[in-house]
T-cell receptor, first 114, second 114 residues
Framework: DAKTTQPPSMDCAEGRAANLPCNHS???????VYWYRQIHSQGPQYIIH???NNETNEMASLIITEDRKSSTLILPHATLRDTAVYYC???????????????FGTGTQLKVEL | DAMVIQNPRYQVTQFGKPVTLSCSQT?????MYWYQQKSSQAPKLLFH???????NEADTPDNFQSRRPNTSFCFLDIRSPGLGDAAMYLC?????????????FGPGTRLTVL
């Protein structure tokens, strides 16, 4: 699976949009981009995933560049409860058995402040 | 209602004394992942099941064994815990279909080795 690069930490004011970047310049055509987050002392939580089109759900939006070499996770109105480590992961889809796994990188520690 | 339960939440053992960590789920997902997460690090995949098909990661030590008697229950056995095995252990049943790989993490078991 392709390697991802994320900034180690970011700050965001409560109520503002949090834009978390991820670089995946070696991504291949059959790899999807996934985002998970981990709030302190809890297990990771799925947020969103996409291939090439922008995606939106109740938690966030995912913007993938046209060349797919980078993406941005957007939390439109960050709250204190969004303080967490955010992981960007790319993986090949469609494999059976042992291919269905995610490899977590170091992630971005997002701190939302008043 | 809790969908993924891990017992115990905290486990203290002595060096070399076997331990068993359990994970149960009410989601009926056929894929089950086990991760080890050390302090300030990302979760590291130990192995996963696709139904009863066991898929070990290449760098998972032999000290770690697993059993999955049915879809609902899965166990992680650490045969001879060392100080380096102190960590949070997370199980995550997953819904895997096409591009979709949403893992539902449990609260984790924090293992301390004395």
């Amino acid at each position: 699976d392709a390697k991802t690069t994320q900034p180690p930490s970011m700050d965001c004011a409560e109520g503002r949009a949090a834009n978390l970047p991820c670089n995946h310049s070696t991504i291949s055509g059959n790899e999807y981009v996934y985002w998970y987050r981990q709030i302190h002392s809890q297990g990771p939580q799925y947020i969103i995933h996409g291939l090439k089109n922008n995606e939106t759900n109740e938690m966030a939006s995912l913007i993938i560049t046209e060349d797919r070499k980078s993406s941005t996770l957007i939390l439109p109105h960050a709250t204190l409860r969004d303080t967490a480590v955010y992981y960007c992961i790319v993986r090949v889809v469609g494999l059976t058995g042992g291919g269905n796994k995610l490899t977590f990188g170091t992630g971005t520690q997002l701190k939302v402040e008043l | 209602d809790a969908m993924v339960i891990q017992n115990p939440r905290y486990q203290v053992t002595q060096f070399g004394k076997p331990v068993t960590l359990s994970c149960s789920q009410t989601l009926n997902h056929n894929v089950m992942y086990w991760y080890q997460q050390k302090s300030s690090q990302a979760p590291k995949l130990l192995f996963h099941y696709y139904d009863k098909d066991f898929n070990n990661e290449a760098d998972t030590p032999d000290n770690f064994q697993s059993r999955r008697p049915n879809t609902s229950f899965c166990f992680l056995d650490i045969r001879s815990p060392g100080l380096g095995d102190a960590a949070m252990y997370l199980c995550a049943p997953a819904r895997v279909a096409g591009s979709y790989n949403e893992q539902f993490f449990g609260p984790g078991t924090r293992l301390t080795v004395l």
